[in-house]
T-cell receptor, first 114, second 115 residues
Framework: DQQVKQNSPSLSVQEGRISILNCDYT??????FLWYKKYPAEGPTFLIS?????DKNEDGRFTVFLNKSAKHLSLHIVPSQPGDSAVYFC?????????????FGGGTRLMVKP | NAGVTQTPKFQVLKTGQSMTLQCAQD?????MYWYRQDPGMGLRLIYY???????DKGEVPNGYNVSRLNKREFSLRLESAAPSQTSVYFC??????????????FGNGTRLTVT
């Protein structure tokens, strides 16, 4: 059973509008969450993260919101740009992991239309 | 450019054949990882090496072996390839084990097809 789920396989947004990507998790031991972005034929790259002691983290056009009671996090991109078109992976980590063991969601493909 | 380099980029194997995927990083990172990516499944950890000289199993280690050759290099071996191992394989590295301080840096992947 997947502990991190991204229920929307794809999302299409108009340039300049807001993109909202969602992620749900089931393991209450997760205490650190990350978003990675992946372009075709490239490896994922780190985008933004949030600790469970916070409910919001912002970096330029990207904001991640965490709702611990709902075990839900979301990534907001405002304004969306065509270069944001990529697959976005949500990932989670538990503090007692033996290593840097991230559990990834299945990914959401974002398409930003000009 | 500094980063994680994987070879080969593409490979086709017949069932039962063996091969080694190579990975090297030049960022002086301590930890290295092998993930596989399958449609709808995200990335799943196969093996990792928290530091030079150590390796540990991840979520899906069956059918694979790894070698941390030195601080820079971490290889993944398939001894007897099976069609279920058809996937895209990513190597990654991080400076520390703790993801709070040390995001993963990924290579560009190896696309493996087993027929």
């Amino acid at each position: 059973d997947q502990q991190v789920k991204q229920n929307s396989p794809s999302l299409s947004v108009q340039e300049g509008r807001i993109s909202i990507l969602n992620c749900d998790y089931t393991n209450s031991m997760f205490d650190y969450f990350l978003w990675y972005k992946k372009y075709p034929a490239e490896g994922p790259t780190f985008l933004i993260s949030i600790s469970s002691i916070k409910d919001k983290n912002e970096d330029g056009r990207f904001t991640v919101f965490l709702n611990k009671s709902a075990k839900h996090l979301s990534l907001h991109i405002v304004p969306s740009q065509p270069g944001d078109s990529a697959v976005y992976f949500c990932a989670a980590s538990a503090h007692n992991n033996a290593g840097n063991m991230l559990t990834f969601g299945g990914g959401t493909r974002l398409m930003v239309k000009p | 450019n500094a980063g994680v380099t994987q070879t080969p980029k593409f490979q086709v194997l017949k069932t039962g054949q063996s091969m080694t995927l190579q990975c090297a990083q030049d960022m002086n990172h301590n930890s290295m990882y092998w993930y596989r990516q399958d449609p709808g499944m995200g990335l799943r950890l196969i093996y990792y090496s928290a530091s030079e000289g150590t390796t540990d199993k991840g979520e899906v280690p069956n059918g694979y072996n790894v070698s941390r050759l030195n601080k820079r290099e971490f290889s993944l071996r398939l001894e007897s390839a099976a069609p279920s191992q058809t996937s895209v394989y990513f190597c990654a590295s991080s400076e520390y084990r703790d993801p709070n301080n040390s995001p993963l840096h990924f290579g560009n992947g190896t696309r493996l097809t087993v027929t």
